[in-house]
């Protein structure tokens, strides 16, 4: 008897697999609404905190609105922020007889996740001319400069103490903070740096305090 050969069948289940994608449909717009709901209601606190702003009289406060797409997206921000310090200390190391360098490190910066920070030597809106560096790591200077200096030894009962003039040549003001001396790499001491404007001269006392 002569085979009979019927059609494979390739969907033998069609209304499952129907099933199956309108199941996995409504799974998607319930994350997408579930995602929108998230979204309003943050719309809705940022709302209610520019109100109160507003209601305090706080006209310097700022508020944004950003949306983004793909929600995975990242979005970069840039501010200054007034109320935030910063405690700059120094190292002077006197590498040759008419010159000293000058290392700049920014003590203790505290950083939420994701932030970067530049940091200015004068306060904002003090007028004085600056330059802004970026911060990195608390034991990484942010600047280096070389200055003009000069040493002289004098006799301190049996330890004779270094004394070394730094002259400030950077065309800013450096401002006050504490420091650590070195002469030809060897640590000397330590001191305070009293504000070094523009154009003048210190003598620091490089012995131990």
Do not use: H
């Amino acid at each position: 008897m002569p085979r009979r050969r019927g059609v494979p069948k390739t969907n033998p289940e069609p209304l499952s697999t129907i099933r199956q994608g309108t199941d996995y449909a409504i799974t998607q717009l319930e994350s997408v609404y579930q995602s929108q709901r998230k979204v309003n209601r943050e719309l809705k606190l940022l709302e209610e905190k520019r109100a109160k702003v507003l209601r305090d009289d706080q006209t310097g406060g700022k508020v944004a609105r950003v949306w983004l797409s793909p929600s995975t997206g990242v979005a970069t921000a840039t501010y200054i922020q007034s109320d935030r310090t910063w405690q700059p200390r120094y190292e002077i190391r006197a590498t040759g007889a008419d010159k000293a360098r000058l290392s700049i490190f920014p003590g203790e910066i505290s950083l939420n996740r994701g932030e970067n920070v530049r940091v200015n030597l004068a306060a904002l809106g003090s007028g004085s001319r600056t330059l802004s560096w970026q911060y990195r790591e608390n034991d990484r200077p942010l600047v280096e400069m070389d200055l003009p200096a000069s040493r002289k030894l004098e006799s301190a009962g049996a330890v004779p103490v270094e004394k070394l003039a730094l002259s400030n040549t950077t065309g800013m003001a450096i401002p006050q903070g504490e420091f650590s001396c070195y002469s030809d790499g060897v640590y000397q001491g330590s001191g305070r740096l009293a504000l070094l404007e523009p154009g003048s001269m210190v003598e620091l006392q490089c012995g131990s305090n």
